[in-house]
Structures are given as C-alpha cells and as structure tokens.
C-alpha cells in the first residue's frame, strides 16, 4: 500500500479527498493542505462558491486565515476528486422525526466515493455512527458501487470528529485524535496520517468498533449529566433554592462535575444518544438510563414555557396575543450553529398560545435560519414591546447588555426568564 517512513514518498502518494466541508470538513481540508494534496468536495455549490471567495459563513475560520493557506482547493464535482487515494467522510449524520438515525447522508456518500473506488484506496469515516455501522453498513456500499472487496482492494478507517463549533481553543489540532482501522496495517495508515496534523497525539484504538463506540459514549454521558442536572434544576425551582448557587457550593469538591442546565441541542449531545440506543434496541435491549435522560433533556423547553406561563398567569399578564422576545436561537453560544436547537421548542410552544413570538440572535444567517427552521429573526428587538424577554442562549453580545438596556425591552409589567443565568447579580423572574 502505502510506505510510511519515507516522508517525501508520503507526501508524493497521498491525495485526499474531505467529501464534506462544514463545520468537521473545513479544518480537515485546511490542515491536511498544508502537507498533502488535498479536495475539499461538497454538493452544495453555494459553500463551495463562498469557499473559493475565502467566505465561511460558519465563521470558524477569517478570509485572512483561508487565504493563507495557498493550496486549499474545493469542488462540487466528482472529476476534481476521482484520483484521490484516500477519501474521509465527514458528513452530518442526524436522526430522524422518529428519533431514530438518519443514514441517508452516509449512504449517499458511501455509494458516491464507492463509484470513484481504485484498488488499494482507503475511505475513512469521521461521522458520528452506531459500532459497527462502518463496516456493517457503508463498506458494503462501497464494495457494491465499486466491484472491489473491501479489506483486500480497498480499505476503511473511522475517526470521530470531535469539533466544538465556536470553540477556538479545543480545535481540531488541539484534542486528541482517535484512531482506526479495518486491518493493522490500515490502522496504522491512518493513525501516522492524523499526527501529521494533530499536535496534541493519536489514540489508535483496537478496531473501528471500540472507535466507533468511543464516539458516542463522549456525549451520551455529557447528556446523562446535564440529564440529571435539568432534573435537580427543575427540583430545586419547586424548593425556591436557586440552582446555580447549589452548583457553585458543590463544585468546591473536588470530584464534582461541573455540568449546568440547559437545553441541549447541536450535532452532537442531542443526536448521537439516540444512534446508541437505536443499536441496544436492535440487539434486544432497552438502554433505561439513556433513554430516560433523552426524554427530560429533550421536555426542557416546553417545562421552561410552562413556567413562563404560570408567571404570567401570576402577575395577571394576558397570555393570549401576549408578546415575547426570545434572544437567541442557536444551540450554544457565539457560534452561528442552529442544528438540532432546542430553542425552537420554546418558539413553537409560546405560539400554541397564540403569543407573538420575536427572535433575536445577531449571529445567524436570517435566509438559513427561515429555511432550515422555519422561524424568521428579527433585526433588532423594539423597547417596551414585550411582555416576556427569555435570555435563551449565552452569548458573548448579550453578557455585555447592560441590565438597564434588558429592561428597557420590556413593558412595565414583565417577565424576564433567564435560561443561561446571564444576568448573574440581578433579581428577574426565573433562572434554570
């Protein structure tokens, strides 16, 4: 296959293909770029064009830190990518309105690269799966869409993404890169490919289904945990205790975690429990734990709607035609990422009460956010307009509201919900 201690012959023989160049894919391409031949492929010709133009829309990355990089070359065609060797999916991988995954994303991949397959060629999936839905699943795609046996002319890897989008610090360099492959020697091959560019190390691990599990475990018990602090958030409203100083009391101990509450939404802590427990049930067993975390993380944002409503009905504010803004939509701070947002749950449940529902977030697209989410966001919000304000997501343009700005929002008789604890030091109507 391939030789691994000549570096010149590394770099001669590798051409990659990221089929995928979003959120995981862009810093693949721009770091794999910088020593190997590198495509950054996608179907969607609109961030392919914005892409050619040094535009990110994602944000993650400056138009100075894309021009940078000389080499960096995308396309929309299959052509620009049929002499690759090496292919890495890295593709989004939801559930559907059944809670269940949705592999349309990953079959359509695998049967595309698998029609482009040469002998000897190795695909590695960095997608968030169920273990053994690589080599269960895709690489029988490959193998019928190329006419090739997988493990004896081609080959397949899988190393999960670990992208925290917004996050600059833990960025794809910085954490450390797990491992695998469908033979030692792939997994050798693949493992010498990712330190070329992770600094902070590679974690072969045993095969791609240890890799595989890995994934989904990092978030599922990320969920558990936020799970079981949304319920004691819930338990200690009932006791009039507010939450977060109990959670600043118990972090002085040394083991405590330091989980908050909050809805959980995004790519990965909502999804990637439910490709777990999808896999436990097909094998015969029910994941209780899982599950039941799922259920309350994913009720939080219509509990948090239910008491804005008995506030309102305690303050003697009209609930019908009532008007509330909402500030923020994506599903965490300072990034312009609306997947899989829980806040929605919070938009749709006000409108089932007929009240008008203004969304506010000056870091999301306006077009993506209607077409994806069917919630259209409003410039800038209108003072003294509203009768409930929700602080829905932390983000660093809000944190520096002055509370006098916050107020003047609101009518004289209000509500102001503050979901993220924002507003650290000031009396408002409830927290989480």
């Not at 989004?92 to 595309?112: A, C, H, Q, V, Y």
């Not at 009209?318 to 994506?330: A, E």
């Amino acid at each position: 296959m391939f030789k691994l201690n000549n570096k010149k012959s590394i770099k001669k023989n590798h051409k990659l293909a990221i089929i995928g160049v979003g959120y995981v894919g862009l810093p693949l391409v721009i770091e794999f770029s910088k020593i190997y031949n590198v495509v950054g492929f996608d179907l969607n010709k609109d961030r392919i064009r914005d892409l050619k133009n040094s535009i990110d829309k994602n944000l993650e990355f400056t138009a100075e830190q894309l021009n940078k990089i000389p080499n960096l070359r995308f396309s929309h065609s299959q052509k620009d990518i049929k002499d690759c060797n090496i292919y890495i999916i890295s593709i989004p991988t939801p559930i559907d309105n059944f809670k269940k995954p949705d592999l349309t994303n990953l079959k359509k991949s695998s049967e595309l690269i698998g029609s482009l397959l040469k002998n000897q060629d190795i695909v590695i999936y960095e997608s968030t799966v169920y273990p053994g839905l690589t080599e269960e699943f895709c690489a029988p795609l490959l193998e019928k869409a190329s006419g090739l046996i997988f493990n004896k002319n081609f080959f397949c890897g899988y190393s999960p993404e670990r992208i925290n989008p917004g996050d600059k610090k833990h960025t794809l360099v910085n954490v450390k890169k797990i491992t695998s492959g469908s033979t030692p020697k792939t997994a050798e091959i693949v493992d010498q490919l990712y330190k070329k560019i992770v600094i902070a190390g590679t974690f072969k691990a045993k095969s791609i289904k240890v890799a595989e599990a890995a994934k989904v475990i990092e978030n599922t018990q990320r969920d558990v945990n936020i799970a079981l602090i949304n319920e004691l958030a819930i338990i200690f409203r009932k006791l009039n205790i507010d939450t977060n100083s109990v959670l600043d009391a118990a972090s002085t101990k040394w083991n405590f975690l330091p989980f908050k509450p909050g809805l959980v939404g995004g790519h990965c802590i909502g999804v990637d429990p439910y490709y777990l427990s999808y896999k436990a049930q097909e094998i015969g067993y029910n994941p209780e734990m899982i599950l039941a975390g799922r259920r309350l993380n994913d009720s939080m944002g219509y509990y948090i709607r239910d008491e804005i409503i008995k506030l309102l009905i305690k303050k003697r504010i009209d609930i019908f035609k009532s008007n509330v803004l909402i500030m923020g939509i994506t599903f965490k701070e300072n990034c312009p990422d609306i997947r899989n947002s829980r806040v929605t749950d919070l938009v749709k449940g006000f409108e089932e009460y007929d009240m008008n529902v203004d969304v506010y977030d000056p870091w999301v697209d306006k077009d993506t956010t209607w077409n994806e989410l069917g919630i259209r966001v409003i410039d800038k919000p209108i003072k003294r307009k509203y009768d409930v304000l929700v602080l829905a997501v932390a983000h660093e343009e809000f944190k520096n509201l002055p509370f006098q700005y916050i107020k003047s929002l609101v009518k004289k008789k209000n509500i102001i919900f503050d979901i993220k604890n924002i507003l650290v030091n000031q009396k408002v109507d409830g927290r989480l």
